[in-house]
């Protein structure tokens, strides 16, 4: 069974980018999250230790997503996936959402961003 816990338009200052003013000023991102997981024993007991707490979550994913200057949305999307799924054992896959609606393109648009989905890599017992 998978359930999802979702946390959507986290609102991030960073310095990710190719150009250089944008590792220099920065800019505003917004990332979004769903974590799949087993969500059937807290929906039982109404227990926070029985789940995965959103405060966490979103406090982990900050920090992943600030704590280097990436070029790449991908690398940055990647560091948050990496370390949600470290830090809580309880999430079997996630999708992290980053967009960053102020890009340096050179078009008029309203957001760019990347989705990637990462699952829990399987543990071998033997």
């Not at 980018?17 to 920065?26: A, D, L, Y």
């Amino acid at each position: 069974m998978t359930d999802t816990i979702f946390i959507t338009g986290v609102v991030i200052h960073a310095r990710h980018g190719v150009m250089e003013h944008e590792t220099e000023v920065g800019q505003r991102f917004v990332i979004d999250l769903e974590l799949s997981a087993d969500l059937s024993e807290s929906s039982r007991t109404d227990r926070l230790a029985d789940t995965v707490s959103y405060s966490n979550v979103v406090a982990t994913a900050t920090a992943a997503f600030k704590n280097a200057n990436y070029k790449l949305l991908e690398r940055a999307a990647g560091a948050v996936a990496e370390a949600i799924l470290s830090a809580f054992p309880r999430v079997s896959a996630i999708k992290v959402t980053v967009h960053k609606p102020h890009a340096p393109i050179a078009a008029i648009f309203e957001d760019v961003g990347v989705v990637l989905i990462r699952k829990r890599q399987a543990t071998s017992h033997g």
